[in-house]
């Protein structure tokens, strides 16, 4: 379900983006309603890659089923794929669960429980990192209502490494159906959109543009530049 969200291949074309000084983004996504997206390190002092091969791994409670660990593996290969076919290979997303060669650069962990009535998914990233990705299912018995189901628990653990990879949400928060905003999914299913990857790239100019890394600069990313 959460591969539906990545542009057909028979879509994809080279193009311009205007966000990060003319750079080459070689996809094209579908265009969502979101104004701008706030780009995070411009909050959270060192929350950037200062590294484009980034690692991602799984860490599940017990209780997990087979479709919720689906969902949230297909939700990182959709980001996986897309970064592929966007960047042609410079900025990069590898599944590592299992791998015990060394720490993932963002790893997330589903806790059936986590969040309570505060949140669905949190991002909790550092200084070049995010270990601390907690997504969850289950909703406090007393609002009476059901768990998450796979789908939806995906396109949370979608949004949740969109934060992983710096980017904050739209501006238009409650009205965007991007997959950065919160009007999914009573205004409509989430859009992965043109936007979310051109403000990537503008995340990763230093990367695109082959020069030392650095901070991405002042956001938020004017989604209209796409």
């Not at 970064?83 to 669960?97: K, S, Y």
């Not at 993932?104 to 998914?121: C, K």
Request: net charge negative.
């Amino acid at each position: 379900v959460c591969l539906s969200l990545l542009a057909p291949a028979s879509a994809l074309g080279g193009k311009k983006d205007p966000g990060n000084g003319g750079a080459a983004v070689s996809c094209r996504l579908p265009e969502s309603n979101a104004d701008a997206l706030l780009i995070l390190s411009n909050y959270y002092p060192g929350y950037w890659w200062d590294h484009t091969d980034l690692t991602i791994a799984v860490q599940v409670h017990p209780s997990a089923t087979r479709e919720q660990l689906a969902a949230i593996r297909g939700a990182i290969a959709t980001w996986s794929d897309t970064l592929q076919e966007c960047f042609d290979g410079l900025i990069t997303l590898r599944d590592v669960t299992g791998s015990k060669r060394k720490a993932a650069d963002i790893v997330v962990h589903y806790v059936p429980t986590a969040g309570g009535i505060v949140f669905g998914g949190y991002a909790i990233c550092g200084d070049h990192g995010c270990p601390n990705i907690l997504v969850r299912s289950d909703l406090p018995p007393s609002l009476g209502r059901d768990p998450y189901d796979p789908e939806y628990l995906g396109w949370v653990t979608l949004h949740e490494i969109g934060h992983a990879l710096g980017l904050g949400h739209t501006t238009n928060l409650l009205e965007s159906t991007d997959l950065m905003g919160y009007g999914w999914p009573d205004l409509g299913d989430p859009v992965l959109s043109d936007c979310d990857i051109d403000a990537l790239a503008f995340v990763f100019a230093w990367a695109i543009e082959g020069t030392t890394p650095t901070p991405p600069g002042e956001g938020p990313y004017d989604c209209s530049l796409d």
